[in-house]
Each structure stands twice: as C-alpha cells, then as structure tokens.
Antibody
Framework: QMQLVQSGAEVKKTGSSVKISCKAS????????LHWVRQAPGQALEWMGWITPFDGNTNHAQKFQDRVTITRDRSMSTVYMELSSLRSEDTAMYYC????????????WGQGTLVTVSS | QSVLTQPPSVSGAPGQRVTISCTGSSSNIGAGYDVHWYQQLLGTAPKLLIYANNNRPSGVPDRFSGSKSGTSASLAITGLQAEDEADYYCQSYDRSLSWVFGAGTKLTVV
C-alpha cells in the first residue's frame, strides 16, 4: 500500500515563497505522475501540476505557470512543490497525490499541508 | 468557478438512495474522458471512491456506484448511512491539458 507523507504546516508572509515536501513509500513511485492539488478554505479542489519522478518532467496548470516549481529527489523518494510570490489567496491545504497507471485520476493522497499566508 | 458542475448539497435519510450529478462539456466528459469520484470526510484528505466512471477501488462498499452519459455523470449512494456524510467531488480530464474537478457536493444524512 502506498503512503505519501507531507511536511508540516507553514505560515508565510505575503510575497515570500513556500516549499512543501511529499515523501513516498510502498508501491512504485517513480513511474507514475505525482500531482499537487490545493484546496482553499471551504473551496473546491484545484489541480496545480505534476512531475514524473523517473525523469523529472513537469507540467503545471496555466494559472500557476510562473509561480510553481515542482522538483524531485529520486534517491529520497521525495517530491517538492515550491510556490512563490505568495498572496493571501494562496492560503490553502496543499495535497500531493499519486496518479494511476493511466494518469487520469488520483489514486493515493498525502495527508495535506496547510499553508497560511498573511501580511 | 469549477469546470465541472455539481449541486452544492444533497440530503437523505438513513437507508435512502441519493444521487449526485456532475455536468461537464465537450472538452472534458463529452470528449470521452472518464469521470472519477472522491469522498472527503470532514478535516481529511480526499479518498478515491469511484474510478473510470463505474469502478470501485478495493474496500469501497457496493452501495456506491457511478455512471456516465454524454457530458454528464452521476454518483449514486444506496442504503445511506451516517458515515456517508461528507463532501463528494467529481473529476475528469480536460482538453486544455488539465485535470478538472467539480465544486463539490455536501451530503447530509438527516
């Protein structure tokens, strides 16, 4: 059974950056998409981007194109998501989620990392 | 505004059947992409409930079922139980090269 364990909650100032980690264990990790999805308080889920840990290829939602960087450390089975130029609207729970073999849905989820942005 | 449209809330009594709709467009569900459903209990991460329109992962009770037709999909829950009270999200893929979600439906067991 796959487990995704994320780093702890963060409190950041407007305009700064945050980097969240997601460590995988269990089922194959490096050959599937590893996605980032966020959820603002009381709001819907929002897909942000993915990385394929095997080769480090990434793709991002257009909304986050200039602000999000997704990287990985294959040896540590860990994926990172950095969001820059933070604004109050970025206050949200951020989840990592592993895609299925076909890549079209999210099979396993991390527990979430709360990021709070304030001035 | 979410790409997929869901009712904000539904409710039912224990033992009843409820359905949650999910309406998309010709660039996502109508383009032939599968629909998937997630259950999010209060304060927890989403959990995969139905994948590829009508398939249940191991451990999901057969009280949960899904269907898809045209540009829409539905999640049905029969024999409603108190522990089914949660938010439910549909999800698909869009030709804009992105994974898209519905706004979520809050199920209340009255």
């Amino acid at each position: 059974q796959m487990q995704l364990v994320q780093s702890g909650a963060e409190v950041k100032k407007t305009g700064s950056s945050v980097k969240i980690s997601c460590k995988a264990s269990g089922n194959p990790f490096i050959y599937r998409y590893l996605h980032w999805v966020r959820q603002a308080p009381g709001q819907a889920l929002e897909w942000m981007g993915w990385i394929t840990p095997f080769d480090g290829n990434t793709n991002h939602a257009q909304k986050f194109q200039d602000r999000v960087t997704i990287t990985r450390d294959r040896s540590m089975s860990t994926v990172y998501m950095e969001l820059s130029s933070l604004r109050s609207e970025d206050t949200a729970m951020y989840y990592c989620a592993r895609g299925n073999e076909g890549g079209d849905y999210f099979e396993y989820w991390g527990q979430g990392t709360l990021v709070t942005v304030s001035s | 505004q979410s790409v997929l449209t869901q009712p904000p809330s539904v409710s039912g009594a224990p033992g009843q059947r409820v359905t949650i709709s999910c309406t998309g467009s010709s660039s996502n569900i109508g383009a032939g992409y599968d629909v998937h459903w997630y259950q999010q209990l209060l304060g927890t991460a989403p959990k995969l409930l139905i994948y590829a329109n009508n398939n249940r992962p191991s451990g999901v009770p057969d009280r949960f079922s899904g269907s898809k037709s045209g540009t829409s999909a539905s999640l049905a829950i029969t024999g409603l139980q108190a522990e089914d009270e949660a938010d439910y999200y549909c999800q698909s893929y869009d030709r804009s090269l992105s994974w898209v979600f519905g706004a979520g439906t809050k199920l209340t067991v009255v």
